[in-house]
């Protein structure tokens, strides 16, 4: 293999066949690679990983920090500062600072954005799909990026290619390359060509690319090329640093800023070009008021407790088994107000037990629990039509009626699961629903391995949602005839394509009588909430030519019975449920399943309440789409749907205005997940495809986990909401400080510095921000109706509430500024201990702000009312910035840097005085609204 890996890069694979493949990457179709040979290529080639060329690079990262408009104005602010200071000979302390801090700021915000970016590409990597391989003999699944050219590789449907490989061995194998070829319908792959080197990609039928979806069937791959050399990773290296998209928060908070630096540099023209009209000489007092009012009007330290927020959010959904994969989504999960559930495996158990078999003349219970061989078959009533058996007959005898003998062969053999013991636990490999059968056939005393070693499949056309059914083509001890075909799904379907039906040892036709009787069985077992399958099959006397259809192939065929299992409901689920509706989201089912087994279970879960319709696939078939718009919302159940269903139920639901949440795990489900506003794919039954479509995973596919996710979604959002109103209140209240200043006092002075300002705006306003990040849920969370995701950042009184508190703040400073100056101005020496009113002014701000960050953690329950240890950062917070503060004004190198002054006992009681009264407003305004509401009650 080293001397061709210079050309291996490039080498034209399908051009080969099998074996000169196999030759050429020194690998065997049985064994695979060696451990050894597997280190060495795995040196030799580096890891099976697309470089990610959208992501960006620290630099473009650090950059980017810089290239925000209200630092920009920063930036312009300490330039006008410094040369106004170099001008009057002074020190450009402020300039100095403001670079520091914005530089400061810059990096900060570096550190939290490129650790964002590296969780979440760890949070990628979580998702990053297994593979199964053959090495050393043995069938192992291991990470996609451990992938080696030489790894013999193994595809079933669902599954997206992880590497470039040449097919070794093929079944029913269709490919979907659309993600390569932009061809969307599926290609058949085939195994014995070898094609002219000049062949265009999509029609090199004899290789699989990286990045395309098995559509059908399973193959066996050697792999050929790995990471960038792979056409998927060709693609990606032309593909130009693609920009990540601002998330919608991200959005908002970009117009946020853009409305407030132009706001301010509106106020600042104001008051400079009205100001220097009115009197000329006060032109550099009104210009540094100017500048500090820009200063303040920005909330620094914003975006970097944004950043922090949403990376915790995701931390603490994938605790509760929600994986993030987009970061938008952990802003808008808490807007859900519709979530479309799966039935089988997310509101259910997916642990399928067989509890009753009803063949042609008998009505059968199936004793036993669990995967587990073990029970018994017992005749509940004879059927009506039947032979009469008595119930006491002996299950062994039962099991070997012919009839029932050929319903519990059908399940063995048509059949893609394998059931295990492993320490005394009966577990499967595969769908449930076929372990179940496997369980059963086992009660009856069939064996798997035996069977399929004497009857081997020759064909077969596997199970999809869509056809809902499956076949397999086996061959037959040579007494019994050559082949015979055994098919298995949905009752009404598989019925459909029966002429005859199998009563003992004869073959009888099948009466429409009969038949209808059947379907009555079958919707009294799924009445009962069972799953229901349908079985039948057919002697052949040779394999079907290779184009014939399923279609074609299932006529005429020989009914068995029907096999009801029970697939329990998750016991979490229903609880769940009562937290969506408390929080005004309506949950909805889709399943392929039958419609009364669907409605079964939706009744006991509490999905579907009285009034509620149930709509079944071929109903909703009929609707045009303003039709179905028309029901949707009345529909709590859709059964026998197909995927392509799902895409006009979300289409139609988010007509009706509503944002909805979708589960799926199927191939073709990937639409409907991109389609929906949050696309949740499953972790543990869910295919590769449609994880990659989705928004979050669940890694214990859930249904509970989603009402998780959207209540962690909405403790996020709530939490970014609370301390964006803690923080611009408070840079309103200083806009309003500084801008009033001139006009109450006899001087134009500036109470307040750029340099003090910035101190505010990022620590005293910062800590506490990041402490309200992390808040608890308030005890009505989930007890509210969803919100807008396409809500203004102001709604729901949070823009008054800004501008009321930026007020108050206001007046309780001002008022202080007009008792301090003229205290400062009566008692002091004007040149000996100037401006002692201004530090008293910056100091009842922040002070301020610490009773704020109190009170602002509950919208309506007093703080009294709250646990103060239930976020103990908050008093933290609160303790830490306080001292501080003290720190800025008692010790000396910082009250000289920060330009303050030492203010003495009395003095700083009045600012605390001052200070708790911005406290009791917040308390007041809540006792406030009680009283409203409980008087508008009455
Ligand atoms: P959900 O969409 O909630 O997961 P589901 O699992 O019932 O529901 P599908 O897996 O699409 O949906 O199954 C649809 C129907 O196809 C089932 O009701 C059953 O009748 C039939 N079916 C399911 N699994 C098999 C199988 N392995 N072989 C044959 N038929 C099957």
Redesign the pocket.
């Known amino acids: 293999m080293n001397d061709h890996s210079q050309l291996d890069s490039q080498f034209a694979w399908h051009t080969l066949a099998v074996p000169q493949t196999l030759e050429r990457l020194e690998t065997n179709a049985q064994i695979g690679l060696t451990l050894q040979q597997v280190s060495a290529r795995q040196a030799q080639f580096g890891p099976n990983e697309i470089q990610e060329t959208g992501g960006r690079t620290p630099l473009e990262i650090l950059i980017d920090q810089f290239t925000n408009v209200m630092l920009l104005m920063l930036i312009a602010v300490a330039f006008v500062s410094g040369i106004l200071d170099i001008q009057d000979g002074d020190f450009p302390k402020d300039a100095i600072a403001i670079f520091l801090i914005v530089i400061l700021n810059g990096v900060l915000g570096y550190l939290q954005e490129s650790r964002a970016e590296k969780a979440l590409a760890a949070l990628k990597n979580m998702a990053s799909p297994l593979v199964r391989v053959i090495r050393d003999g043995k069938t192992q699944e291991i990470a996609a990026k451990e992938l080696v050219p030489g790894d013999v590789m193994l595809l079933e449907a669902g599954v997206q290619v992880s590497a470039d490989g040449r097919v070794i061995e093929a079944s029913s194998l269709q490919i979907r390359e659309a993600a390569l070829t932009g061809e969307s319908n599926a290609v058949t792959k085939q195994v014995t060509l070898t094609l002219p080197e000049n062949t265009s990609l999509g029609d090199r039928l004899n290789l699989v690319y990286q990045g395309t979806e098995v559509i059908l069937g399973r193959a066996k791959v050697v792999v050929t090329k790995t990471g960038m050399n792979t056409e998927l990773g060709r693609i990606a290296a032309m593909i130009q640093g693609v920009e990540s998209e601002p998330t919608p928060l991200q959005q908002r908070m970009t117009q946020l800023g853009n409305v407030l630096v132009t706001g301010s540099l509106i106020l600042v023209a104001f008051v400079v070009i009205g100001g220097t009209l009115v009197n000329q000489s006060a032109f550099r007092d009104l210009l540094e008021i100017s500048l500090s009012m820009a200063v303040a009007v920005v909330p620094e330290g914003l975006p970097a407790v944004i950043t922090v927020t949403l990376a915790l959010g995701t931390q603490r959904m994938v605790k509760r088994n929600a994986l993030i994969r987009k970061l938008p989504a952990v802003e808008t999960l808490g807007s859900v107000s519709t979530i479309c559930s ?4 997310t509101l259910t158990q997916n642990k399928m037990v067989v509890q009753r078999v009803q063949t042609a003349s008998y009505s059968l219970r199936v004793t036993g629990e669990g995967y587990e061989p073990l029970g018994e078959f017992k005749i509940e009533n004879p059927s009506p039509s039947g032979n009469g058996h008595a119930p006491g007959i002996a299950s062994e005898q039962l099991q070997n009626d012919p009839e029932v003998r050929s319903l519990l062969l059908t399940c063995v053999l048509c059949n893609d699961a394998q059931l295990q013991e492993e320490k005394q636990q009966w577990t499967i490999l595969g ?1 449930p ?2 372990g179940a059968l496997l369980a059963l056939a086992a009660k009856g005393q069939l064996e798997q391995k035996k069977l399929t070693r004497q009857m081997p499949r020759v064909g077969e056309f596997p ?1 999809s ?1 869509e056809t ?3 076949s397999t083509i086996c061959q037959q001890p040579s007494s019994e005839g050559a082949y015979a075909m055994y098919t ?3 009752p009404e379907l598989t019925i459909n394509r029966c002429t005859q039906i199998q009563q003992g040892a004869e073959i009888k036709p099948l009466t429409a009588e009969k038949r209808k009787e059947i379907l009555n069985q079958n919707d009294l077992m799924a009445a009962q909430g069972l ?3 349908g079985f039948a099959y057919k002697p052949l006397t040779d394999v079907f030519p290779a184009d014939t259809s399923q279609q074609e192939a299932e006529q005429q065929l020989v009914w068995l019975g029907l096999v009801g299992m029970l697939d329990a409901p998750r016991p979490e689920v229903r609880a769940a449920v009562a937290k969506c509706r408390q929080a005004g989201i309506r949950p909805v089912m ?5 419609p009364l087994t669907a409605k079964a279970i939706a009744s006991d879960l509490g999905i579907a309440q009285s009034g509620d319709r149930v709509l079944i696939g071929q109903e909703l078939e009929q609707l045009s789409q303003p039709e179905l718009e028309q029901q949707v919302e009345r529909v709590s159940v859709y059964a026998r749907v197909s995927p392509e269903h799902k895409l006009r139920i979300v289409k139609a639901l988010q007509s009706r205005g509503q944002f909805v949440a979708m589960t799926g ?1 199927g191939v073709n489900d990937a639409p409907a997940l991109k389609q929906a506003d949050i696309g949740i794919a499953m972790g543990i039954t869910g295919t590769d495809v449609s994880k990659e479509a989705s928004d979050m995973v669940l890694l214990d596919d859930n249904f509970a986990t989603i009402v998780a996710a959207t209540e962690e979604g909405r403790v996020v959002y709530s939490n970014i909401r609370r301390f964006i109103k803690y923080i611009l209140g408070s840079n309103i209240g200083e806009v309003l400080t500084i801008a009033s200043a001139p006009l109450l006092l006899p001087v134009a002075d500036v109470p307040l510095t750029p340099l003090q300002i910035l101190w505010m705006n990022l620590v005293t306003d910062g800590f506490p921000a990041l402490a309200l990040a992390v808040e608890p849920p308030e005890p009505d969370v989930m007890k509210t109706p969803p919100n807008s995701p396409r809500e203004s950042i102001f709604a729901r009184g949070l823009g008054l509430y800004m501008v009321r508190i930026g007020i108050i703040f206001a007046i309780l400073t001002i008022t202080l500024m007009g008792w301090s100056y003229d205290h400062a101005t009566k008692n002091y020496n004007e040149i000996l201990q100037p401006d002692r009113w201004k530090t008293m002014v910056f100091t009842t701000l922040c002070i301020a702000q610490m009773g704020h960050a109190i009170a602002v953690r509950s919208k309506t329950r007093l703080t009294i009312e709250v646990n103060p240890f239930s976020n103990p950062y908050v008093l933290g917070a609160v303790v830490i910035t306080t001292i501080l503060q003290l720190m800025l004004i008692y010790v000396e190198p910082l009250r000289n840097f920060f330009g303050t002054q030492v203010i003495d006992g009395l003095e700083l009681l009045v600012c605390l005085g001052f200070s708790v009264l911005m406290f009791v407003w917040i308390e007041l305004e809540k006792l406030f609204v009680r009283w409203y509401k409980s008087r508008k009650k009455a």
Request: glycine fraction near 12%; hydrophobic fraction near 20%.
């Open positions: 799966d039935k089988t495996g769908d629903t076929e199970f949602s809902k059914r499956m298995k799904g949905s799953r229901v399958l889709i399943t392929g399943d039958h795990d």
